[in-house]
Structures are given as structure tokens and as C-alpha cells.
């Protein structure tokens, strides 16, 4: 029970009175302990709709694929780079292969023209008729080369606008995989999304268990206490039930609060004279009388 220290005689008896109603006669139905309630802290799960999921799957996978349709651009690039430098080197290679046409054409006329000279037949007709041979011949074979030069030309060109094309069709290419992706991939997030639901649900269920088994606790334990007060108010209260309630802890604070505020001779005078304390104080009384004794420097 909750009071002031008395200042007075007065007061300590008000008090004392107080006391002894509130614990030794008053028979107030129980009050149930007031504990706090258990209050966990629930995990808290968003369901994604299978659209939203969808939308977080094209996330995590779009740096890949784009990675990806970069990788296969930049592939088909350096092929085209190589197609040009090979284009490029065409003129280069098939003029050498003309240059030499032309020298074996240049080293046969000589030829024949020393053997000729050696027979003096340099101005016949047989010379003009086996120079105009070796003309024809390697006019023949330059044509050859020329077709030739046209031909592979013709094939890499070809061939470089393959890639060209590869390279403008690389977007939509990759598209029908990276969609094959996404919907394998959402798969995927939804199952992972039901696995948490589930593991969320179940511990918060088991919140709820121990929040319920805690209820249950104080349930069972004001019934004890229910049921205690129901046999400690059946009849009068023993000294160790009034021990237990605080009855005597609260009765010497009061009497102590008071005397406390004389000195010490006085206070041991007067309480020494005030035996209807023993009213309140039970054997209590000469412990307290003793004490203001020692105090006083009499006992």
C-alpha cells in the first residue's frame, strides 16, 4: 500500500488505521496480476504478382542479355572488319599475280626473239605470228585473274552483307531467347516467393503459439493467486501470510517514518509509552522499542 510518511502522531495513526483495514480486514475480491502481454515482432512478406514478378526477372537478366547481343555485335564486327581487309587486299594481291603474267610473257617474247635474231628470222613472219601467241596467252590468263579477283570480290561483298545484316537483326535475334529467359526465370521467383510465404507463415504462426502459451501463463497463474487470496481470506491472516503480503514491512515504515523525524532520546521516550502499537506492530512492537533504545544509547 502507498502513503506519505506521517509528521505527526496523528498521521501515524490515520496511516496505522489505513493499514490495518486495508490487510487484516478488508476482503476485496482478487485483483489479477497485471503483466504485459507477449508482443512479437511479425515478419512481414509482400506477394508479388506474377507480372511484377515478371518485371523483376527482365531486371536481373537484362545486363546479361545485353552483354550478351554486345558480344555477338562486336563477333560479327571483327568478321566484317576481316572480310573488308581482305576485300581491300584484292587489287594488291592479284596485281602481283599479273605483274608476274607479265614478266613471264616479257621473259618468253625475249626469248624468242633471241632465237629468232640467232636465226635470222627476226623479221619474218613467224616471229610476229609466235608474239602474237604470247600476247593472246597472257591477255588470257590476266582475264582469268581479273574473273577471278571479280569472283572472290563479288563472294566477300556477298558475305559482308550477311554479316551486315546479322549485325542489324542482332536485337530482335536475341529477343525470343531473352523472353524464353524471362519466363523461365519468373518460374523460378515465383517458387522462390512461395518458399518464403511459407517459411513466413510458419514462424509468425509460431509466434503466435508462444503468444498464446504466454497468455495462457498468466491465465493459470491469477488462477493460483486467485485461488491462494480465496484461502488466505477464508479465515484470519497468519503472521508469515501477513509477512508475505507486506503488512509488517508496511506498518514499521510508517511507525519508523515518523519517530525517525525526533531525536533519538525523545522518539525512544515516546515510543516506549505508546504500548497500543503493539495493536499494530504485534512482537514487532519490542523490536522497534529496542531499537529507538539503541539509538537513544539506553539499551
Sequence with gaps: MQFNNPTTKDE??????????????????????????LELKRLEFINLSQEELREK??????????????????????????????INSLDGEYEKLIEKVEKLYLDSQEKLKNILEKNSLI????????????ESEKNAQIAILN??????????????????????????????????????????LL??????????????????????????TITQTNANLNLKFMEISMGEFTKDQL??????????????GYYDTLAPTPAYQDIANESKLAIYLDDYYMNIVYMYGVKAGIK
Design 191 to 216: 517458387d522462390e516467393q512461395e518458399k518464403i510465404a511459407r517459411e513466413v507463415f510458419k514462424y509468425n504462426n509460431g509466434l503466435d503459439e508462444k503468444e498464446q502459451r504466454y497468455a495462457n
Design 57 to 86: 526477372a527482365k531486371s536481373l537478366l537484362s545486363a546479361e542479355h545485353f552483354r550478351k547481343v554486345q558480344d555477338y555485335k562486336e563477333s560479327v564486327e571483327e568478321q566484317m572488319i576481316a572480310l573488308n581487309s581482305k
Design 243 to 256: 509477512v508475505e503480503m507486506g503488512y509488517y514491512d508496511d506498518v514499521i515504515a510508517c511507525v519508523c
Design 147 to 188: 574473273s577471278q579477283k571479280e569472283e572472290k570480290a563479288g563472294e566477300l561483298t556477298a558475305s559482308l552483307a550477311v554479316l551486315s545484316q546479322k549485325k542489324i537483326d542482332a536485337d530482335t535475334r536475341f529477343d525470343e531467347e531473352f523472353a524464353k529467359e524471362i519466363d523461365a526465370k519468373t518460374i523460378e
Design 12 to 37: 501515524m495513526y490515520v496511516i496505522l488505521n489505513d493499514l490495518f483495514y486495508y490487510y487484516r480486514i478488508k476482503r476485496n475480491g482478487y485483483e489479477e496480476v497485471s503483466l504485459k502481454e
Design 123 to 134: 623479221y619474218s613472219s613467224a616471229y610476229f605470228d609466235k608474239t602474237a601467241v604470247l
